[in-house]
C-alpha cells in the first residue's frame, strides 16, 4: 500500500513568518506534486519534481518555493506566508512513466495565515 | 453540474438509489479524464478513469459516461451508501493518454449526500 504522509494536518501561521510543508512517501516514486485546493477553484499544481533536486513549475508557483534533496521527501516552502495562501494543501506522488490513475495523495495540511 | 463559485454544487440521495454526477469541460482537445472522490479529512482517491476513444466505461458499482460532443462527463454510482458520501470531482487532462506528460485540470467538485 503506497503511503503518503504530510508534517501537519492543520497549521496556523503568521503573515510573513517562512513556512514549510514535508511531504514523504514510502513507495519509491520518482514524480512528486504539490496542489493547494480552494473553494470553486479545484486543485491547482504549484510545482512538480520528476527526480531529486530537480523541480519544475505548475500552473501557479508565485510566492512558492520546493525542495527535493531526497526521493522520498517533497517539501512546499512559503518565503513569507501571506493571508492569500491560507488554503488546503495536498501532495501527491507517481511513478516515472505511471499514469495519473496511479497518482497517490497525501491526506493534506490546511494553513491558515494571520 | 459543476461550476465555479464558493459554493460547490450537492447532491442528496437516499441509501439505495443511484446518483448521476455531472462534469463539464472545458479542453476539447482532452483525451483523458479522472474521477476522483474526496473524503472529508482525506486526500482524493482515484475512483475511475476513461480515455477519448471510450464513451462508456464501468467499474464496481461506477460508470463514467463521456460525450465528446458537448465536451460532458458524467458519474453514475449503483446503489448508493451511506460510504460513498464525500466531494467527487473530474479532471481532464490534454494529450498523451493518462500518463504524467501533461497537466490535469481539475473541476471544482460536487459534494455527494446519501441519507440512510
Known amino acids: 500500500d503506497v503511503k503518503v504522509t504530510q508534517s501537519s494536518r492543520y497549521l496556523v501561521k503568521r503573515t510573513g513568518e517562512k513556512v514549510f510543508l514535508e511531504c514523504v512517501q514510502d513507495m519509491d516514486h520518482e514524480n512528486m506534486f504539490w496542489y493547494r485546493q480552494d473553494p470553486g477553484l479545484g486543485l491547482r499544481l504549484i510545482y512538480f519534481?520528476?527526480?531529486?533536486?530537480?523541480?519544475e513549475k505548475g500552473d501557479i508557483p508565485e510566492g512558492y518555493s520546493v525542495s527535493r534533496e531526497k526521493k522520498e521527501r517533497f517539501s512546499l516552502i512559503l518565503e513569507s506566508a501571506s493571508t492569500n495562501q491560507t488554503s488546503m494543501y495536498l501532495c501527491?506522488?507517481?511513478?516515472?512513466?505511471?499514469?495519473?490513475?496511479?497518482?497517490?495523495f497525501g491526506p493534506g495540511t490546511r494553513l491558515t495565515v494571520l | 453540474g459543476e461550476s465555479v463559485g464558493l459554493h460547490l454544487p450537492t447532491l442528496s440521495v437516499q441509501e439505495g438509489d443511484n446518483s448521476i454526477i455531472n462534469c463539464a469541460y472545458s479542453n476539447s482537445a482532452s483525451d483523458y479524464f479522472i474521477w476522483y472522490k474526496q473524503e472529508s479529512g482525506k486526500g482524493p482517491q482515484f475512483i475511475i478513469d476513461?480515455?477519448?476513444?471510450?464513451d462508456k466505461r464501468q467499474g464496481q458499482r461506477v460508470t463514467v459516461l463521456l460525450n465528446k460532443t458537448v465536451k460532458h462527463l458524467s458519474l453514475q454510482i449503483a446503489a448508493t451508501q451511506p460510504g460513498d458520501s464525500a466531494v467527487y470531482f473530474c479532471a481532464e487532462k490534454e494529450g498523451g493518454g493518462g500518463t504524467s506528460y501533461g497537466k490535469l485540470t481539475f473541476g471544482q467538485g460536487t459534494i455527494l449526500t446519501v441519507h440512510p
Open positions: 519534481s520528476y527526480d531529486v533536486k530537480m523541480k
Open positions: 476513461i480515455r477519448s476513444n471510450m
Open positions: 501527491a506522488t507517481m511513478k516515472e512513466g505511471g499514469n495519473y490513475n496511479e497518482q497517490f
